[in-house]
């Protein structure tokens, strides 16, 4: 009898600090705070993991290396705004053409045929649609490996207009 009144006593209070929670989130959305925002304060702070550039672009996350894969030309637009910590406009993007070319080509040993060429010619054409597609696959390779609350320190997002780039501190990077 007295471990079921305990446990009474206990989900009472559950019951108590629930409503509480409740009532405390009820005024942060009074005073204009979203959701979103609520839901991040809520979560627990976790330390950012290092992220490894090895000397064959492999991409791997943490202590424990595990690789973030992606295609070649998606790896090279990664790597690309990797190198470029201020960000980069999307309509600026014929300007990074040939550092794009540079790096799709160490990413695909075997060469860059008309077919590739078109490609950077494609992601790097701020009238189509290909950055976006292959931000997405960026995105989607590192959702893939973490959580989305960690993730988005590591893949490539911005205002449109803005400069749009990864806001993983630099100092968390690793060139092999």
Known sequence: MKNTNRHIETQDL?????????????????????????????????????????????????????????????KAVYLLFLKHPEGIIFKDLPDYRQELTKLYSEVRPWGLSDRALQSIEDVTNPFLNSINEKCARIKKAFLSVMEADMAEHYFIKGTRGEPKGIDLPRNLVIWE
């Not at 304060?41 to 992606?70: A, C, D, W, Y």
């Open 14 to 74: 559950y019951n108590d600090l629930i409503e509480e929670v409740k009532h405390k989130v009820h005024k942060l959305k009074e005073y204009g705070l979203s959701e979103k925002d609520i839901a991040s304060l809520l979560r627990s702070e976790q330390p950012l993991l290092k992220l490894t550039v090895n000397k064959k672009h492999r991409v791997f996350i943490g202590e424990n290396r595990v690789e973030v894969r992606m295609e070649p030309l998606v």
